[in-house]
């Protein structure tokens, strides 16, 4: 808190001593409104938002302890620095004033010199439990930014480790998630309806990814793009990603027995997954940055959820993913006449059946 920029109360019904300290504050740089009683000063300080406030706990017309209570309920007030002054020199008076939240309490004679330091100082203090203040509201409104992406124990790794979100190449598996059909669907159903049904499979569909260690990187459409590995492993990444998109593949299968009466048919969708090397970290300008996945892996994904309606499947793996599921999960190899799209060798592809 810059001294020229603080602007502190003082309430002192001893009109000598007040001018005298609010000579000393004024000289120092700090803004000094000063009240010789309590009802004056209750009428401002809801308009000048103190830093500091020196306060004299026997007034003429209300007790300074009273004034204290008020300042304490008022939410700027909740970390403002206040000291008590009086001549009662007793324990009492001063416990009774630190009960009520005073954070120090002084006892008159003042001595000037030591008066200008105890301004200073907690003035200091105020201006460090601002900055706190204002970091841990970051914090907060990153947490719920967060919380639409990742799981919370994926969040509590990111904040704690300052790096986590730099560019990277890490090994992580990516998977595609795509309504079917869904376009020609929204044109015949209300729009209230499209989005009550999109936000109750999405629900279902981030708790499920968050369940099994992943993270939705994003939203396209009726689809999702969600990562596991990414932004941070949990060392058994491509079969969370599979049995994620099981688990995902068994609420699809009982959301359809119980669809809702405006929907004619049941809902299909497709799956991909694909693992191997991506880039992980934020991208963008200084006006929004993002964080996401890019490489072959996310590509491949991608084609793979696409191939589910030719194989007639719900549910496609890249060879690399297989190849790290193998000891868990009973795979078919299919076979297509032509390669992924983009991809000038071939790519392997499996339909996961069961658990061993």
Same mark, same amino acid.
Request: with cysteine; hydrophobic share 45%; proline share 3%.
């Given at each position: 808190?810059?001294?020229?920029?603080?602007?502190?109360?003082?309430?002192?019904?001893?009109?000598?001593?007040?001018?005298?300290?609010?000579?000393?504050?004024?000289?120092?740089?700090?803004?000094?409104?000063?009240?010789?009683?309590?009802?004056?000063?209750?009428?401002?300080?809801?308009? @000048?938002?103190?830093?500091?406030?020196?306060?004299?706990?026997?007034? *003429?017309?209300?007790?300074?302890?009273?004034?204290?209570?008020?300042?304490?309920?008022?939410?700027?007030?909740?970390?403002?620095?206040?000291?008590?002054?009086?001549?009662?020199?007793?324990?009492?008076?001063?416990?009774?004033?630190?009960?009520?939240?005073?954070?120090?309490?002084?006892? %008159?004679?003042?001595?000037?010199?030591?008066?200008?330091?105890?301004? @200073?100082?907690?003035?200091?203090?105020?201006?460090?439990?601002? @900055?706190?203040?204002?970091?841990?509201?970051?914090?907060?409104?990153?947490?719920?930014?967060?919380?639409?992406?990742?799981?919370?124990?994926?969040?509590?790794?990111?904040?704690?480790?300052?790096?986590?979100?730099? *560019?990277?190449?890490?090994?992580?598996?990516?998977?595609?998630?795509?309504?079917?059909?869904?376009?020609?669907?929204?044109?015949?159903?209300?729009?209230?309806?499209?989005?009550?049904?999109?936000?109750?499979?999405?629900?279902?569909?981030?708790?499920?990814?968050?369940?099994?260690?992943?993270?939705?990187?994003?939203?396209?459409?009726?689809?999702?793009?969600?990562?596991?590995?990414?932004?941070?492993?949990?060392?058994?990444?491509?079969?969370?990603?599979?049995?994620?998109?099981?688990?995902?593949?068994?609420?699809?299968?009982?959301?359809?027995?119980?669809? *809702?009466?405006?929907?004619?048919?049941?809902?299909?969708?497709?799956?991909?997954?694909?693992?191997?090397?991506?880039?992980?970290?934020?991208?963008?300008?200084?006006? @929004?940055?993002?964080?996401?996945?890019?490489?072959?892996?996310?590509?491949?994904?991608?084609?793979?959820?696409?191939?589910?309606?030719?194989?007639?499947?719900?549910?496609?793996?890249?060879?690399?993913?297989?190849? %790290?599921?193998?000891?868990?999960?009973?795979?078919?190899?299919?076979?297509?006449?032509?390669?992924?799209?983009?991809?000038?060798?071939?790519?392997?592809?499996?339909? *996961?059946?069961?658990?061993?």
């Amino acid at each position: 808190m810059a001294a020229a920029k603080a602007r502190v109360l003082l309430i002192e019904d001893d009109e000598v001593q007040g001018e005298i300290l609010r000579t000393l504050l004024t000289q120092e740089g700090y803004e000094v409104d000063y009240f010789a009683n309590g009802q004056t000063s209750l009428a401002v300080i809801d308009e @000048r938002n103190y830093d500091l406030a020196f306060i004299d706990i026997y007034l *003429p017309d209300i007790s300074g302890l009273d004034i204290l209570d008020q300042l304490r309920s008022r939410p700027h007030y909740s970390t403002t620095p206040i000291l008590m002054m009086t001549a009662d020199a007793t324990e009492d008076t001063s416990v009774l004033a630190l009960v009520k939240e005073a954070d120090e309490v002084l006892i %008159k004679p003042l001595r000037h010199a030591e008066f200008l330091v105890k301004a @200073r100082l907690w003035l200091e203090r105020h201006s460090e439990r601002v @900055r706190l203040r204002e970091a841990n509201e970051r914090l907060e409104a990153q947490s719920k930014i967060l919380a639409q992406y990742f799981s919370d124990d994926v969040i509590q790794k990111i904040q704690s480790s300052g790096s986590v979100m730099e *560019p990277e190449i890490i090994e992580a598996s990516v998977m595609f998630f795509d309504l079917r059909n869904f376009t020609s669907l929204s044109e015949s159903l209300d729009p209230k309806n499209v989005a009550n049904l999109l936000n109750i499979l999405f629900t279902d569909l981030m708790d499920l990814i968050f369940s099994h260690g992943g993270s939705v990187n994003k939203f396209i459409g009726d689809a999702i793009m969600a990562t596991f590995g990414a932004p941070l492993s949990q060392g058994n990444d491509a079969l969370n990603a599979v049995k994620c998109a099981m688990a995902i593949t068994e609420s699809m299968a009982l959301f359809n027995q119980v669809r *809702p009466e405006y929907l004619n048919h049941d809902i299909g969708f497709g799956i991909g997954i694909a693992s191997g090397r991506v880039f992980s970290g934020t991208v963008g300008s200084f006006r @929004r940055l993002e964080y996401t996945v890019l490489g072959d892996v996310v590509n491949v994904a991608s084609r793979l959820e696409g191939l589910n309606k030719a194989a007639k499947t719900h549910l496609l793996i890249d060879g690399a993913t297989q190849a %790290k599921i193998a000891d868990h999960v009973v795979s078919r190899r299919i076979r297509f006449q032509q390669r992924i799209r983009g991809k000038s060798v071939e790519v392997e592809i499996f339909e *996961p059946l069961r658990f061993k």
